[in-house]
Nanobody, 119 residues
Framework: VQFVESGGGLVQPGGSLRLSCVVDGATLDDYAIGWFRRVPGKELEGVSCVSRSGSGTYYAESVEGRFSVSRDDAKNAVYLQMNELKPEDTAVYYC?????????????WGQGTQVTVSS
């Protein structure tokens, strides 16, 4: 299974980014899918997850109201729209597939994409 993550980069506080993750080698509709992030020196944080059906979405309290997750099973892809970005959102973001919603029992991890929020 291979993940192609894109959309990370440097953005100013208050700006927006959209992360994309295309999965090759797995049928996404078999999984819940979502995003984790890691800040150096801190624990891994589950950011967001969308259920197999797409009807359920989970957000960490720290991103609720600012981030939006979506999936497109026809494209084998998951997206994370990140608005009103803050410096504390700076992290490496990882796309995951999971056997349980909201993204427990992780099956596969992407390689990660860096998001830096700084003026």
């Amino acid at each position: 299974v291979q993940f192609v993550e894109s959309g990370g980069g440097l953005v100013q506080p208050g700006g927006s980014l959209r992360l994309s993750c295309v999965v090759d080698g797995a049928t996404l509709d078999d999984y819940a899918i979502g995003w984790f992030r890691r800040v150096p020196g801190k624990e891994l944080e589950g950011v967001s997850c969308v259920s197999r059906s797409g009807s359920g979405t989970y957000y960490a309290e720290s991103v609720e109201g600012r981030f939006s997750v979506s999936r497109d099973d026809a494209k084998n892809a998951v997206y994370l729209q990140m608005n009103e970005l803050k410096p504390e959102d700076t992290a490496v973001y990882y796309c995951v597939t999971a056997n349980m919603y909201p993204c427990f029992d992780i099956d596969h991890w992407g390689q990660g994409t860096q998001v830096t929020v700084s003026s």
